[in-house]
T-cell receptor, first 111, second 114 residues
Framework: GQSLEQPSEVTAVEGAIVQINCTYQ??????LSWYQQHDGGAPTFLSY????GLEETGRFSSFLSRSDSYGYLLLQELQMKDSASYFC????????????FGKGTRLSVIA | DSGVTQTPKHLITATGQRVTLRCSPR?????VYWYQQSLDQGLQFLIQ???????AKGNILERFSAQQFPDLHSELNLSSLELGDSALYFC?????????????FGPGTRLTVL
């Protein structure tokens, strides 16, 4: 099966940089995904890493180290609207395995 | 707006009752996934359908069932409801038949069982 660990809460200041870590255990591995969910809203896909290294999309970057079973989401130039929950997710690579989500990290951006 | 629609937005019912949640995927998407989100369990995968056929099953209770119709919309049926079934239910869709990492989520149905 798959399991993921991520911090439950993170607080950061507007304009700063914050990193949300995710470690995973999985039998087989395709890649690591990140989703954002605002309160009362739906999860929204942010990024996906299949290979080691950093993927950048605007203010958001995601990193993966397959050998360490570890990844992180980096948010730069934080804005108040970035306050949300962030979920990492993995899929095994045997057959049609579903996406398994971590329990989420609640990010609070303060002035 | 992801293009995935879900109805109803809110549902309040009593224990022992049965409800049906409806989902229409994005245009062109053949896979529909159902998830349950509660405070203590996070986002839990329930079931996936692809082009009308069940493709993967997660932690779905026997009291729950789903189907996908020829027009690709899907329904999740929850019966003999218990207080613990109160949660947000999301459906998501994707193009492929194999579960993908990029899924598009609907706005969810908030179910409250009293």
């Amino acid at each position: 099966g798959q399991s993921l660990e991520q911090p439950s809460e993170v607080t950061a200041v507007e304009g700063a940089i914050v990193q949300i870590n995710c470690t995973y255990q999985t039998s087989g591995f395709y890649g690591l995904s990140w989703y954002q969910q605002h309160d009362g809203g739906a999860p929204t896909f942010l990024s996906y890493n299949a290979l080691d290294g950093l993927e950048e999309t605007g203010r958001f970057s995601s990193f993966l180290s397959r050998s360490d079973s570890y990844g992180y989401l980096l948010l730069q130039e934080l804005q108040m609207k970035d306050s949300a929950s962030y979920f990492c997710a993995v899929r095994g690579n045997s057959g049609n395995t579903p996406l398994v989500f971590g329990k989420g990290t609640r990010l609070s951006v303060i002035a | 707006d992801s293009g995935v629609t879900q109805t109803p937005k809110h549902l309040i019912t009593a224990t022992g009752q049965r409800v049906t949640l409806r989902c229409s995927p994005r245009s062109g998407d053949l896979s529909v996934y159902w998830y349950q989100q509660s405070l203590d369990q996070g986002l839990q995968f329930l079931i996936q359908y692809y082009n009308g056929e069940e493709r993967a099953k997660g932690n779905i209770l026997e009291r729950f069932s789903a189907q996908q119709f020829p027009d690709l919309h899907s329904e999740l049926n929850l019966s003999s409801l218990e207080l613990g079934d109160s949660a947000l239910y999301f459906c998501a869709s994707s193009e492929q038949g194999v579960s993908t990492d990029t899924q598009y989520f609907g706005p969810g149905t908030r179910l409250t069982v009293l």
